[in-house]
């Protein structure tokens, strides 16, 4: 079965850099999550989307932004980097109201 | 405001021996109520879910979970541990009553399970 799928797996930025992290849902589910999770944290909730409208906003910077497209996918922009933006940084889909499943992640390096 | 807590960083058993992982929640309504779990640089993989209807969910994996309304408990449980159910396990609660449809993550108990 189609997971949801994040690219890049891997991404090395260097301070004050931008970045653009980018999910492909499972077809035909509504809603996209991101989520960060630092070392030895939990996921914590940036942003969502509904039907490619934003649904609900988290403790998301306001360095980034995030938006979906016509195709579901959606890109989460990230500018102005710091050091403490290290994390691993996870997307998600689901219907709505469904249980979300997650991709593999991007693990995003300041350096 | 929803939230769950997981009071243990860590848990220790035996191969073959039963396990459980606890989680409590809090929600103004009715939980809807997940398991995860998270391998080294892996997503988190959907375990099981608790909607409504029979207290004790069955999941992937061998693992199962009750539901206890009035502990306001959702622990994850198995009868015999496997060294690969080594991981890190996330509970999650969305408030059902809620306009948001997000679920909220606990901080994650890591699971050793010695040979």
């Known amino acids: 079965a189609a997971g949801v799928i994040q690219s890049p797996r891997h991404l090395i930025k260097e301070k004050r850099e931008t970045a653009t992290l980018k999910c492909y849902p499972i077809?035909?589910?509504?809603?996209v999550y991101w989520y960060q999770q630092g070392p030895g944290q939990d996921p914590q909730f940036l942003i969502s989307?509904?039907?490619?409208?934003?649904?609900d906003k988290g403790s998301i910077p306001d360095r980034f932004s995030a938006q979906q497209f016509s195709d579901y996918h959606s890109e989460l922009n990230m500018s102005s980097l710091e050091l403490g933006d290290s994390a691993l940084y996870f997307c998600?889909?689901?219907?709505?109201?469904?249980?979300?499943?997650f991709g593999q992640g991007t693990r995003l390096t300041v350096v | 405001a929803q939230s769950v807590a997981q009071p243990e960083d860590q848990v220790n058993v035996a191969e073959g021996n039963p396990l459980t992982v606890k989680c409590t929640y809090s929600?103004?309504?009715?939980?809807?109520l997940f398991w995860y779990v998270q391998y080294p640089n892996r997503g988190l993989q959907f375990l099981l879910k608790?909607?409504?209807?029979?207290?004790l969910v069955k999941g992937s994996y061998g693992f199962e979970a009750e539901f206890n309304k009035s502990q306001t408990s959702f622990h994850l449980k198995k009868p015999s541990a496997l060294v690969s159910d080594s991981a890190l396990y996330f509970c999650?609660?969305?408030?059902?009553?809620?306009?948001?449809?997000?679920?909220?993550f606990g901080r994650g108990t890591s699971l050793i399970v010695h040979p």
């Open positions: 077809p035909r589910h509504d809603t």
């Open positions: 999650a609660v969305r408030d059902m009553a809620g306009g948001s449809y997000i679920p909220t």
């Open positions: 608790y909607i409504t209807g029979d207290n």
């Open positions: 929600v103004s309504g009715n939980p809807y």
């Open positions: 989307f509904y039907e490619k409208m934003q649904s």
């Open positions: 998600a889909s689901s219907l709505q109201g469904g249980e979300a499943f």
